[in-house]
């Protein structure tokens, strides 16, 4: 054992409820978990996520839901695994205190145990996503029982669901870590190697809602790991039978096979289209307003943020480079629906993997004659 690891078991975390002492904003766009490794963030509305889930459903003609909660059980198992955080133990879960104060700092809301008998039942209160607080329940009592469990939720009382679990005689072996090729190192964390975001507060508008809920400008938060979103992915792929949905052709990624790239066709549809419906004013005078555009729009949620923007056409194409992107297509369709936005007609996007950067091409999808 190291001496750091020595001295960490000797004093231990504190996990402190409010998140402005956990998620910290980086200078290249992205937001770390400071008590997870530095794992990378998405800082999103629950409606949001709610919204672009539906939607991703749509496009696929996939129901998403017990994947997701599959998802977020191995990605919480791993995380549980990292050993930062005090491990949930026994069968009440409010002795859980440490592991109560990591929910409320995510945003996910408060559970109570209702029952332990033959049936556990968790009451799970004010959940920030059902699938997501379901899995993660589940991962937590198998944890903190040592058994495998069968999990299904339900909509319980007008303000959560009940999650039941029964007990699995079944040997499942461990998740294994994900492969994230976009991001410079190939790892999901980049700890000590980014500077951290000092000319821009983005906590100013904050306020906790209490009940394991907070909210920014008055929408209700939740933090999700990019090693979920990667796992729920992994989930859903072997399911996408290549689906064409209206604007499916307006996206194209450089190296991805049919099925990876119709599910990303679906994410960045379901992005772009949330963004457009918010109704954002958009103004694009000069290339340069393109990396205040992603600030905005991308590092503000930890999507990422941009490095460079250049002209291709004269009808608003540009090229632009990420300093580094959370997950390419959630943020390219949001920059898409940018573009949208600023120049009133539909585009398209093209993202390519040059020398360690991702590049990101948006113009008009249709020709227009000079």
Request: charged share 30%; proline share 4%.
């Amino acid at each position: 054992m190291g001496l750091f690891e020595s001295l960490r078991r000797l004093l231990p975390i504190r996990v402190s409820s409010n998140p402005k002492s956990r998620w910290q904003f980086l200078d290249d766009g992205m937001c770390i978990d400071t008590l997870r490794d530095s794992e990378l963030a998405w800082r999103v509305g629950a409606n949001r996520f709610e919204s672009l889930l539906q939607s991703v459903e749509k496009r696929t003609e996939n129901s998403l839901g017990r994947r997701l909660a599959h998802a977020a059980l191995e990605h919480e198992e791993r995380f549980i695994g990292l050993g930062e955080i005090t491990r949930p133990s026994g069968r009440n879960p409010s002795s859980w205190s440490e592991y109560i104060s990591d929910w409320e700092s995510r945003g996910l809301g408060r559970f109570r145990l209702l029952d332990d008998e033959q049936d556990i039942r968790i009451l799970a209160e004010g959940p920030a996503s059902g699938p997501i607080c379901a899995g993660v329940i589940a991962a937590a009592w198998e944890c903190s029982t040592g058994r495998r469990h069968r999990f299904t939720w339900s909509d319980g009382a007008s303000d959560g669901l009940v999650v039941s679990l029964i007990e699995q005689h079944t040997d499942v072996p461990g998740p294994k870590p994900m492969s994230v090729p976009w991001i410079s190192s190939g790892t999901t964390h980049l700890p000590g190697l980014r500077g951290t975001l000092e000319d821009l507060d983005y906590w100013v508008d904050y306020r906790s809602d209490g009940g394991g809920t907070w909210s920014i400008m008055g929408e209700r938060r939740l933090m999700i790991h990019l090693d979920l979103i990667t796992r729920f992915e992994e989930y859903c792929i072997p399911y996408i039978e290549g689906n064409r949905f209206l604007r499916s052709e307006d996206y194209e990624w450089d190296g991805l096979d049919d099925k990876r790239s119709a599910w990303w066709d679906a994410t960045a549809d379901s992005a772009r289209d949330g963004f457009v419906s918010e109704g954002h004013h958009i103004l694009v005078r000069d290339d340069s307003d393109w990396i205040s555009i992603a600030r905005r729009h991308l590092s503000s949620h930890g999507l990422g943020g941009l490095s460079r923007a250049e002209k291709i056409d004269d009808h608003g194409g540009i090229l632009l480079t990420f300093s580094e992107v959370f997950h390419p297509a959630i943020s390219s369709g949001i920059l898409l629906g940018c573009w949208e936005r600023a120049y009133g007609r539909n585009g398209r996007a093209k993202l390519s993997f040059k020398s360690g950067k991702s590049t990101l091409e948006l113009r008009s999808s249709r020709a227009i004659a000079d």
